[in-house]
């Protein structure tokens, strides 16, 4: 079955230390997205990608990067100059454009 | 600034009654709308999308309708069910020139057996 795989489930990260979240996609889709998610908020865009090798910022991209090497793949790496990690992870693909997305299960990430 | 909002209480509703819920938006006029639901500790799950163009649209017990005017979105479920409890997200393109959906914050569902 096609979809989206987040891991890991969950993550704890040092203060100081980056982290990388994987999402991986089997769905062929162009589109890959990474959003934020604060305990009773709504989501945030932090970066988005159309095509493989190129990405935008979104609201919130500061202390955040990624990469998009694959159509398959769309990594993120929350950096030490990310404050206020904790949060709940979502990653999400669609194809073509302003078709529903598909979202991944999630990374709840933690600073411990 | 654009907006989205959502009604942030909480629409606690009987079983088999119609449960209505809200996103009004400012300012821009976008070319489509979507609707999710989502679960505690999920990830969101599309269910419809309607168009500027589009007064209504259906599926199964879901209707939602866009009103461009009043810059409205609503998201009916008719006979609802306690498996129907959920958050109610919805998300628009704001029209800023970003390629990617701008979410409300969503309104939590809670059906009453």
């Known amino acids: 079955d096609g979809g989206i795989t987040q891991s890991p489930k969950y993550l704890f990260r040092k203060e100081g230390q980056n982290v990388t979240l994987s999402c991986e996609q089997n769905l062929n889709h162009d589109a890959m997205y990474w959003y934020r998610q604060d305990p009773g908020q709504g989501l945030r865009l932090i970066y988005y990608?159309?095509?493989?090798?190129?990405?935008q910022k979104g609201d919130i991209a500061e202390g955040y990067s990624v990469s998009r090497e694959k159509k398959e793949s769309f990594p993120l790496t929350v950096t030490s100059a990310q404050k206020n990690p904790t949060a709940f992870y979502l990653c999400?693909?669609?194809?073509?454009?302003?078709?529903?997305?598909?979202f991944g299960s999630g990374t709840r990430l933690t600073v411990v | 600034s654009q907006k989205i909002e959502q009604n942030s209480e909480a629409l606690n509703i009987q079983e088999g009654k119609t449960a209505t819920l809200t996103c009004n938006y400012t300012n821009y006029s976008p070319a489509y709308l979507q609707w999710y639901r989502q679960d505690p500790g999920r990830g969101p799950v599309f269910l419809l999308l309607i168009r500027e163009n589009e007064k209504e649209k259906r599926k199964e017990r879901l209707k939602v309708t866009f009103d461009t005017t009043l810059k409205q979105s609503l998201f009916h479920i008719t006979a609802s069910q306690p498996a129907d409890s959920a958050t109610y997200l919805c998300a628009l393109d704001m029209g800023t020139g970003r390629r990617a959906l701008t979410f409300g914050s969503g309104t939590r569902l809670q059906v009453q057996p």
């Open positions: 990608s159309q095509i493989v090798n190129d990405f």
């Open positions: 999400a693909s669609t194809y073509p454009e302003g078709a529903g997305y598909t």
